[in-house]
């Protein structure tokens, strides 16, 4: 899949492609996106009953929430407008791979119906777009819905809960570029997209390119609000990868000032905004917390210059997680790695290979930044993809995933 093969969707249309056959019937059932516990934030400045979890990046236009209920979108845009007023446009991504249908004006996901604790993961929009659309129109004709309460949320559970399926009459029924589109007609500075991002594993290098093609687009300070089904994991990652474009954008921004404003201005806005001082390491610290990863400490010691790209990433994942956020995406390998030292011996292996993800997934942040270091001053004029072809960071991360070397319950992580 390349940057260029893969349909977005803008404003809610959907893309012009062939549709492939959709299996109906009971192959699919309607999920809640709501489940017990999804609501983490309890700050009452950016509350919004209706968009869990919604919050903004502190120093970024950068905006996260859980999947909205149809009526909570334009508060969520009316936020992000007023606050950037001078600003013509409004971006919202949706991550998500699952497909979406609102049922009277409420979320579901699309799961298959011999698994019902597991997301589909497609990473064409146009494949999730079918799926929607086939839900929606079969729940039209019946005229009431079959559907299941999620009780765990977007993270595997070692014990798989027993689902209950009940029913519903149906008031209203959308596909999620339907529910878009509606808002895009109410605030003509809204753009919508959808970028399917992986919940686990690390993002696929198109997905990176994709976000650079958005946003590059648009100065630094254009918001972007990124929505999954928690606003959890990938509203994390993916504020994170905004962050790095963001700064590398105002860093161009800051070089053009040059001549214009005084230096010594510049240079003082620079180094508060985009190299603040490194946090003081405790010798209490622990180092798998700091992500000091294996993987991640011999590329510093082959490319010094990663240092301070780990750094950068640090800085955004730390400004990305709690207390402002729901998820620090460096400590969450770690409370998995404490859940792998007690877990069942049927766990361990998916634990393991979420371990394993989650590594690849902050190594490859790490890499971005050094991308877009190198080539963001010229534009982006290469694609994340295209810049890896030369460099040999897919062999370091593939070598450190042979290099685990533990399958019982105390593995030392090698990754």
């Given at each position: ?7 977005v969707v803008e404003n809610g ?10 299996p109906a019937g009971p192959q ?24 869990p979890n919604w919050r903004r ?359």
């Open positions: 899949m390349s940057e260029e093969e893969v349909p249309d959907e893309a012009a492609v062939a549709e492939p056959e959709v699919y059932m309607l999920m809640t996106d709501a489940y017990p516990g999804i609501s983490q934030l309890k700050d009452e400045n950016w509350k919004c009953e209706g968009a990046v502190p120093g970024f236009p950068i905006y996260a929430t859980a999947q909205p209920n149809k009526a909570d979108i334009d508060k969520c845009v009316e936020q992000a407008v007023k606050k950037y007023d001078e600003q013509k446009n409004v971006l919202w991504v949706n991550l998500r791979q699952e497909p979406v249908v609102y049922v009277n004006g409420l979320p579901h996901s699309v799961r298959n119906s011999d698994d019902l604790a597991g997301h589909i993961v497609l990473n064409e929009a146009f494949e999730i777009n079918n799926i929607e659309n086939k839900m929606a129109s079969e729940i039209k004709k019946a005229g009431e819905f079959t559907f299941c309460k999620d009780l765990i949320g977007e993270r595997a559970q070692e014990k798989v809960p027993e689902y209950k399926p009940e029913s519903g009459r149906v008031d209203s029924v959308n596909t999620l570029s339907e529910v878009f589109s509606f808002a895009t007609k109410k605030e003509p500075k809204l753009e919508f997209k959808k970028i399917p991002l992986e919940l686990n594993a690390a993002p696929m290098e198109d997905t990176f390119d994709m976000i650079i093609r958005l946003l590059k687009g648009h100065g630094s300070a254009i918001p972007v609000i990124f929505n999954c089904q928690g606003g959890m994991a990938r509203s994390s990652v993916a504020s994170v990868i905004a962050g790095i474009i963001k700064e590398t954008q105002l860093e161009n921004e800051f070089n053009k000032m040059k001549g214009i404003v005084p230096d010594e201005i510049i240079d003082s806005l620079r180094g508060k905004k985009l190299h603040p001082p490194a946090p003081t390491r405790d010798a209490k610290d622990n180092a798998l917390m700091l992500g000091e990863f294996p993987v991640v400490m011999k590329l510093i010691a082959d490319l010094p210059e990663a240092a301070e790209a780990k750094q950068q990433v640090d800085r955004l994942i730390n400004a990305v997680g709690p207390p402002n956020g729901v998820e620090n995406i460096r400590e969450t390998i770690m409370m998995d790695k404490m859940q792998f030292d007690v877990a069942s011996d049927d766990y361990l292996p998916l634990l393991k290979e979420r371990i394993m993800a989650q590594i690849e997934k902050y190594f490859m942040l790490i890499v971005f930044s050094l991308y877009c270091k190198e080539v963001g001053p010229t534009g982006f004029n290469k694609t994340f993809k295209k810049w890896l072809d030369s460099k040999t960071y897919r062999e370091d991360i593939a070598a450190g995933k042979g290099n685990w070397s533990g399958t019982g319950r105390f593995p030392m992580i090698k990754l």
